[in-house]
Nanobody, 115 residues
Framework: QVQLVESGGGLAQAGGSLRLSCAAS????????MRWYRQAPGKEREFVTS???????YYADSVKGRFTISGDFAKNTMYLQMNSLKPEDTAIYYC?????????WGQGTQVTVSS
């Protein structure tokens, strides 16, 4: 079994920064994509950003220019650098990794941005 564990969440002021980390443990697997999702209170989980093994990255319009995804596919670790945070970025952030049809989710880490 594969476990993804996020860390780095917490409280930040608007305009501030946070860096989330996600590390995989357990059975060895080779992801071909790593992503971050988030779920705000009362809302559905939404896509934030993805990183593909070839190097391509994609961002939701709401975070473009402020958030940066990075990762190491050999170590199955990923990061999310969040700058210029806004109160609307408040959510539980989940990391996600997939290898073909097999996918895995982290348990989530809370990010709260105060105005």
């Amino acid at each position: 079994q594969v476990q993804l564990v996020e860390s780095g969440g917490g409280l930040a002021q608007a305009g501030g920064s946070l860096r989330l980390s996600c590390a995989a443990s357990g059975r060895t697997f080779s992801a071909n994509t790593m992503r971050w999702y988030r779920q705000a209170p009362g809302k559905e989980r939404e896509f934030v950003t993805s990183l593909w093994i070839g190097g391509s990255t994609y961002y939701a319009d709401s975070v473009k220019g402020r958030f940066t995804i990075s990762g190491d596919f050999a170590k199955n670790t990923m990061y999310l650098q969040m700058n210029s945070l806004k109160p609307e970025d408040t959510a539980i952030y989940y990391c996600y990794a997939a290898q073909g049809l097999k996918d895995y989710w982290g348990q989530g880490t809370q990010v709260t941005v105060s105005s």
